[in-house]
T-cell receptor, first 114, second 116 residues
């Protein structure tokens, strides 16, 4: 099992460009999440999908959109990138969205917006 | 609303010394608590978690943590540090988001530095 995979690993964008970060999991998990990690800030939840067909905003959703394409895949889109979106983005999944569930993280996408 | 405070953005220990990483939380409901570790250029992986039952929780790589409700703490310890323990450690609390779904709230992280 590959677990949670993310593409691309690195990306450089110019302000105003758009891009989509891809995430896939092969653990048959129901719930998936997108976080961003900034120095000294820990991880902050952008969007999550409790189950296929549902998505909801997290703590910092502005400037992002998501699509739960199917049970395996959950993508994050930046429509018009801004320098403030320079960050490391992590996708995670869990079997359910119950409080005791362990989340499994991908290796991250490092994004630089110039 | 839930929150997590990790005391000390950096902790330095010598190899073989005790590791103590501090975590305090606030939660509107009985908390479920987690410690995750992040090695350089990698994603996070679970070290251990507390949900219910025994308050002393053992995890991977010799780490353990004790849930103390009266102190609202969940400190992470390891009796003897190893060079391979050098990483960033995140404490997290699981709570209900406004919509009713559960999500994780992370602390800002503590970087553990281990010197020979």
């Amino acid at each position: 099992n590959a677990g949670v995979t993310q593409t691309p690993k690195f990306q450089v964008l110019k302000t105003g460009q758009s891009m989509t970060l891809q995430c896939a999991q092969d653990m048959n998990h129901n719930s998936m999440y997108w976080y961003r990690q900034d120095p000294g800030m820990g991880l902050r939840l952008i969007y999550y999908s409790a189950s296929e067909g549902t998505t909801d905003k997290g703590e910092v959703p502005n400037g992002y959109n998501v699509s739960r394409l199917n049970k395996r895949e959950f993508s994050l889109r930046l429509e018009s990138a801004a320098p403030s979106q320079t960050s490391v983005y992590f996708c995670a999944s869990s079997e359910f969205d119950f409080r005791q569930e362990t989340q499994y993280f991908g290796p991250g996408t490092r994004l630089l917006v110039l | 609303a839930q929150s997590v405070t990790q005391l000390g953005s950096h902790v330095s220990v010598s190899e073989g010394a005790l590791v103590l990483l501090r975590c305090n939380y606030s939660s509107s409901v009985p908390p479920y608590l987690f410690w995750y570790v992040q090695y350089p250029n990698q994603g996070l992986q679970l070290l251990l978690k507390y949900t219910t039952g025994a308050t002393l929780v053992k995890g991977i790589n010799g780490f353990e943590a004790e849930f103390k409700k009266s102190e609202t703490s969940f400190h992470l310890t390891k009796p003897s540090a190893h060079m391979s323990d050098a990483a960033e450690y995140f404490c997290a609390v699981s709570d209900r988001w406004n919509s009713g779904y559960s999500t994780l709230t992370f602390g800002k992280g503590t970087m553990l530095l281990v010197s020979p």
